[in-house]
Every structure is written in C-alpha cells, then in structure tokens.
C-alpha cells in the first residue's frame, strides 16, 4: 500500500515563474499527483500555474509569497495557519527560507518541515531554520547545509537535481545561436553577457544571442539594445514552459552568473538538450563542469575571459561533439531523474511514517 496516499502535502515557494526551483517544485508536482492524497501549492502564481491546474494541484496564489516586509511577514504567518488547518496538511515542503522561519513561529503539531535549499547561505538566518528535513540539490550546497544550519546531520539530505536524458546526437552549425535562458537580473550575469557579446559582435557580425526570460532588468537591457543598434542580433524572447521549442532555439548556452548559487538547472537542462555550456566558475559549478571536457568555465565577471571562450566555441563548434558527449555521460552518473524520484518517495514514505493520522 503507498503510505503517501493519505498524506496533503503543501509546497511552499516564492513564484511558479521560469526559473529553477519553480520547474523542480513543478516536476514534484507531476511525479507525485497520483501518489499523495492532495498536493498544494502557495505562490505568487506565475508561468506554470495552468500546468498545476491541469494536474489537479490545490494553487494558493498570493503576493505575499514574495512580499516579506514586516507587516507583511504577519499577515503571511496568518494566511499559512489557515491554509494548514483548511486543507489538514501533513507534510510542508518549503523551497524558499523565509517560510521555514515564518513556520518556527506556527507549533505545528503532527506536522512535518522540509527545506530543500536551492542556493548557498552563509548569514545570520541559516541559524533560524529549523527544519524536520533539509534536501541540499548539489555536493556543494550539501556542505553548506551541514556547516551553518543547526539540524540534526542525519536529517541532511544530498538528492542531486534529476534531469530527463536524450539521446547524443551530434551538432552541426555554420553559424550557432548564443542563449541566455532564466530571469533577467544582475545577480544572474545579464549584463556580463550583454557587454561580452558586444565585444564579440564587433569581429562576428553574423553572430545571434537568444534571450529567454523576464525580469527586473528587462527594460534596461532593451534600452542598452536599442543604442548599440543590435536588436537584429539580440532577440528577447518571452518565456516558456515548452522546454522543447526552448532549446531548439538556440546552441551554445551562456550563464555567467555572479551570485553564491546552487548548481544551475537551466544549464543540466541545456547539457542534456545537447547544448554546449559556458559558465561562471562559481563554487557549484566548478563542482560538476570540467573545463574543455563536459563543458566550459569562465572567471566571475570577467568579460574578457567570458568573450574568448565565446570565440572559441563558436570557432570550432562542429568539432565539440566531445563536450556534448561528455556532458550526457555526467548527467547519467549524477543527475538522472529516476533517481531523483526515487529519492524523494523514500523521503516522503519515511516521514509520513512519523506522521499520526486523526
């Protein structure tokens, strides 16, 4: 008998937007539909909000998910007390800090807390929460989980990010597409990557760069296109949650990011699309790419070292079946999705059997 079929699980999370953590709560949602008594979600809503319908999936939508002002923390507080209780939820999966803090001050009762932390945090709040479960998506975050949170080691989980494998297939372009995939905003390298493909662009004027995304920054950055007159080789693109019509647009995959961050899903995403990688060489990526091997690294905001790898990928690129291949082979060592679900369904079997069902 599936244990978890009497369970409601909430998940908890800032958007249902494009963006990593929205897609890992989403394919939670899909795989697990059909196996907890209900699923719901509390969010600000967003891009796969329909897709949760569709499923069968409770939505809460509320821009207190992402407002955190002070008056705002209590009227968050109150608004989860009353969705627990509404829908006699057993298990609360957070995918964003502050509602692990913001539950601390609830006492549940029978009630059960994961965290599962998307990015590295070394502040003061990493000692405010206090989880019955903390999942950590990659090796490096894992170790910064066990370093600053006080929870017991043993409920520190490691479950790598899972990702659906295609098939290898080799590439071949004249000219191949640049392409940003995520939120617009600073913290993610945006701008590293408008100011690298000017420099670029000036020695390869056939040279395209796909933008698919939305953002804080998406006016700014359309105002810095319009003055350097390149709005025929950088397309913005509104985002989507076809991740095939995605990746057919594009070939090399740029992620310069300068924020302390977990491993990308966007870029085992494009890896497993077949879609060459150039990244920022921040701690979780230097965890899983090798330079020049299942992929390439590049200094945190530097432009120059960022334009050089741009030219050579793009130089050389029907010859780089090597980095696809070896990219494949490193998401089916590490990251495949079965075994992401089969390390979620023996979470959640394992704490719903702690749970006292009324």
Same mark, same amino acid.
């Given at each position: 008998m599936n244990k978890l079929k009497n369970i409601n699980? +909430?998940? +908890?999370?800032?958007?249902m937007d494009l963006g990593g953590a929205e897609r890992y709560t989403l394919n939670l949602c899909k795989y697990f539909i059909d196996k907890f008594?209900?699923? &719901?979600?509390f969010s &600000? %809503? %967003?891009?796969f909000t329909r897709e949760l319908e569709k499923l069968g999936v409770i939505n809460f939508i509320d821009e207190l998910a992402k407002d955190y002002n002070l008056f705002n923390i209590f009227k968050l507080r109150k608004r989860l007390k009353k969705i627990i209780i509404q829908e006699k939820i057993n298990i609360i999966h957070c995918h964003h800090r502050v509602f692990v803090i913001v539950l601390s001050t609830l006492r549940l009762k029978n009630i059960k807390i994961v965290y599962t932390a998307h990015n590295n945090f070394n502040d003061? @709040?990493?000692? +405010?929460? @206090?989880p019955n479960f903390a999942v950590a998506v990659s090796e490096h975050i894992y170790q910064n989980l066990i370093t600053t949170i006080f929870v017991n080691k043993n409920n520190i989980i490691k479950i790598n990010t899972g990702i659906k494998l295609k098939n290898y297939h080799k590439v071949q372009s004249s000219n191949p597409v640049f392409g940003y995939i995520g939120r617009i905003i600073k913290e993610k390298g945006i701008y590293i990557i408008i100011e690298a493909f000017k420099k670029f662009y000036k020695k390869n004027q056939n040279?395209? +760069?796909i933008i698919i995304g939305a953002g804080t920054e998406i006016k700014n950055i359309n105002k810095l296109i319009l003055a350097d007159k390149l709005f025929n080789n950088i397309i913005i693109k509104n985002p989507s949650n076809d991740l095939n019509e995605i990746y057919s647009l594009v070939d090399i995959i740029l992620l310069p990011s300068i924020m302390n961050e977990g491993l990308s899903l966007v870029l085992l995403e494009a890896m497993s699309f077949g879609k060459i990688v150039i990244? &920022?060489?921040?701690?979780?990526?230097q965890g899983f790419i090798e330079d020049n091997i299942n992929g390439f690294l590049v200094g945190k905001k530097d432009i120059q070292n960022l334009v050089s790898r741009m030219k050579y990928v793009y130089d050389n690129y029907n010859s780089l079946n090597y980095i696809i291949f070896n990219a494949l082979n490193s998401l089916k060592e590490k990251y495949s999705l079965e075994n992401w679900y089969n390390s979620y369904q023996t979470l959640y079997t394992h704490i719903s059997e702690s749970i006292i069902l009324e």
């Open positions: 699980i +909430l998940y +908890l999370i800032k958007t008594n209900s699923i &719901s979600v &600000s %809503g %967003g891009l003061i @709040f990493q000692k +405010l929460l @206090f040279a395209k +760069l990244a &920022s060489d921040i701690p979780a990526t």
